[in-house]
T-cell receptor
Framework: DSGVTQTPKHLITATGQRVTLRCSPR?????VYWYQQSLDQGLQFLIQ???????AKGNILERFSAQQFPDLHSELNLSSLELGDSALYFC??????????????FGPGTRLTVT | AQSVSQHNHHVILSEAASLELGCNYS??????LFWYVQYPGQHLQLLLK??????LVKGIKGFEAEFIKSKFSFNLRKPSVQWSDTAEYFC??????????????FGTGTRLAVRP
């Protein structure tokens, strides 16, 4: 158990819908990262937040957005869902952000299935 | 552009065989390198990491990796695999540049199947 929690574990929804994935980082970690794992794209970085502010952006679609709240938990919002958005979404956390030699700890993931 | 490549997509070994999984990286500047393992149905777990210093790093479960800067490589090794090592292995890199934040760039993964 990494200490990073994600809810829900599984999510099944229809095309065009909107979902919210939630992540709670390890106690004391300030950085939260979102990654998408799909069969065709592999593991891809989406976005990073550090202490409530966006720190880095990867291959995140405009239909996707994220935020980090004052209690440091984060939410990833996916809207106008398409079949190709079906994937495993991982959250990770680390103590600091940028130029720091810390590893990232991964949560169990949320498996999203769009039908 | 930052990239990490893994040469072997699928590897099948018998128990007690030796393992070496290839990983090459392409980064400008200082790079941190990692190997993660994903057991079936589970989340990513860190096997080992290289930040600086001794290029031979030892991780959990008997795994080790060697950072060879001249070859841009960070290959994962284990002298004798067990059935429980059946999993998917990911090499990942992170550049120490403020503009890129802390993001990890992953290789495509190697699926290892160990036959009992």
């Amino acid at each position: 158990d990494s200490g990073v929690t994600q809810t829900p574990k599984h999510l099944i929804t229809a095309t065009g819908q909107r979902v919210t994935l939630r992540c709670s980082p390890r106690s004391g970690d300030l950085s939260v990262y979102w990654y998408q794992q799909s069969l065709d794209q592999g593991l891809q970085f989406l976005i990073q937040y550090y202490n409530g502010e966006e720190r880095a952006k990867g291959n995140i679609l405009e239909r996707f957005s994220a935020q980090q709240f004052p209690d440091l938990h984060s939410e990833l919002n996916l809207s106008s869902l398409e079949l190709g958005d079906s994937a495993l979404y991982f959250c990770a956390s680390s103590p600091l952000g940028g130029n720091a030699d810390y590893e990232q700890y991964f949560g169990p993931g949320t498996r999203l299935t769009v039908t | 552009a930052q990239s990490v490549s893994q040469h072997n997509h699928h590897v099948i070994l018998s128990e007690a065989a030796s393992l070496e999984l290839g990983c090459n990286y392409s980064y400008g500047g200082t790079v941190n390198l990692f190997w993660y393992v994903q057991y079936p149905g589970q989340h990513l777990q860190l096997l080992l990491k290289y930040f600086s210093g001794d290029p031979l790093v030892k991780g959990i479960k008997g795994f080790e990796a060697e950072f060879i800067k001249s070859k841009f490589s960070f290959n994962l090794r284990k002298p004798s695999v067990q059935w429980s090592d059946t999993a998917e292995y990911f090499c990942a890199g992170r550049a120490q540049k403020k503009s890129s934040g802390d993001k990890l760039t992953f290789g495509t993964g190697t699926r290892l199947a160990v036959r009992p």
